[in-house]
C-alpha cells in the first residue's frame, strides 16, 4: 500500500496505525511518525515533505452525516458500527473508532457496547454545526506557522510569521463563521437530494422499500429491475 505518493510505504504497527514510512520496501532510511498524532493512517496527504494535512474533519463529518441521514429519514436515531461505517468512508475501522471518541468526548454521539453496541447521535441533526464538528476532532487553530522557527537571520525568515499571522486570523474567522451557519441537517438533506433518496421518500416510499426495489450505483438509487 503506497500512501501519498508514489514510493513511500508503511510500516504498520499491530493496532493499524503506520509507524513510519519509507522510500521504498527495500529502503533503510524512514521517517517515523508520532503515533499521538491522529493524522497518522488519514491526515498524511503530502508525505514528500513529510507536511500534513489533517482530513479529520470531514471524515468526522462523513461519519455524523451517515446517522443524521437515518434520522431525517426514519425519523429515529440508529446505532451504528464502526465497521459498517468505514465501509462508506473507505478507510480502516480504528480510524472511526477514535474519531467516535473524539465525537463521544465532545458530547455530539453516545456510545453503547455489547452485541448491539455502536453509536448514535447525541442529539438533533438540526442542532449540531459543522463548526462542532470540527472543533470536536480539530485542533483549534485552523491555520498553523512554522512548526519551527524559521532563519532569524534573513529578512524573510525574521518577519515572515509576523506578516502572516494576522491574515490567518481573519482568513479563520471566515472559515469559522460560515461553519457555525452550516448545520449537520443541512449536509444531510442535501447528500439525501443528490442521491435521489429525497424524491423516493417524498414519492411515499419507505426505507424498507428503498432496500428491497433499489440499489445505489455511483451514490444514486437505481431500480433492481433496470441493473442488467
Do not use: W
Amino acid at each position: 500500500m503506497n500512501i501519498g505518493q508514489p514510493g513511500f510505504f508503511p510500516i504498520v504497527g499491530g493496532d493499524g496505525l503506520i509507524l513510519a514510512l519509507k522510500r521504498s520496501a527495500e529502503s533503510s532510511s524512514i521517517k517515523l511518525l508520532d503515533r499521538n498524532d491522529f493524522c497518522n493512517y488519514i491526515g498524511y496527504e503530502s508525505v514528500g515533505d513529510f507536511m500534513n494535512t489533517s482530513s479529520k474533519f470531514v471524515v468526522a463529518t462523513h461519519v455524523m452525516v451517515a446517522m443524521a441521514a437515518f434520522k431525517l429519514a426514519s425519523g429515529k436515531y440508529r446505532v451504528f458500527k464502526s465497521d459498517f461505517i468505514s465501509s462508506s468512508v473507505n478507510t480502516n475501522p480504528v480510524v472511526i473508532r477514535r474519531i467516535l471518541g473524539l465525537l463521544r468526548k465532545a458530547g455530539l454521539v453516545v456510545s453503547q457496547t455489547g452485541p448491539e453496541g455502536g453509536s448514535k447521535l447525541a442529539k438533533n441533526p438540526d442542532k449540531i454545526t459543522l463548526l462542532e464538528i470540527h472543533d470536536a476532532v480539530e485542533d483549534s487553530c485552523l491555520f498553523h506557522l512554522h512548526y519551527r522557527d524559521p532563519n532569524q537571520e534573513c529578512p524573510i525568515g525574521h518577519n515572515i510569521q509576523d506578516a502572516l499571522s494576522g491574515v490567518f486570523a481573519d482568513a479563520e474567522s471566515a472559515i469559522k463563521n460560515v461553519l457555525s451557519k452550516k448545520t449537520l441537517a443541512d449536509i444531510a438533506r442535501d447528500i439525501m437530494d443528490r442521491s435521489g433518496i429525497s424524491k423516493k421518500l417524498a414519492e411515499g416510499f419507505s426505507l424498507e422499500q428503498l432496500r428491497q426495489e433499489f440499489v445505489f450505483q455511483s451514490g444514486k438509487l437505481i431500480e433492481k429491475s433496470l441493473v442488467a
